[in-house]
Nanobody, 124 residues
């Protein structure tokens, strides 16, 4: 069983930055594919960024490319999402997720483990 806890959300002005953290209950490198998802009110959950358990290429949603960056600190069992130049449309609850399989997974249904989510609100 893998437990995930997100933190770092909050209220930020447009153009601002936040760094989200996802801390796992056990080592994640070489064990789990990982992803960041978000869900805005009235919308479906969507992929933001993901990485396979081999640490290979990182995938980003077109809407966040060049602004968001996923990274992992395996010594801390923590995945980060650095978010810059935030826009109002980035407002959502952000979730991290873990998958047991070996691939790069973009579909939320392919993830077995989920955190509780952290709210990000971009507003002036």
């Amino acid at each position: 069983q893998l437990e995930l806890v997100e933190s770092g959300g909050g209220l930020v002005q447009p153009g601002g930055s936040l760094r989200l953290s996802c801390t796992a209950s056990r080592g994640i490198l070489d064990r789990y594919g990982l992803g960041w998802f978000r869900q805005a009110p009235g919308k479906e959950r969507e992929g933001v960024s993901c990485i396979s358990r081999t640490g290979g290429p990182i995938k980003y949603a077109d809407s966040v490319k060049g602004r968001f960056s996923l990274s992992i600190d395996n010594a801390k069992n923590t995945m980060y999402l650095e978010m810059n130049d935030l826009k109002s449309e980035d407002t959502a609850v952000y979730y991290c997720a873990g998958a047991l399989g070996p691939k790069l997974y973009w579909d939320a249904d392919e993830y077995e483990y989920w955190g509780q989510g952290t709210q990000v609100t971009v507003s002036s």
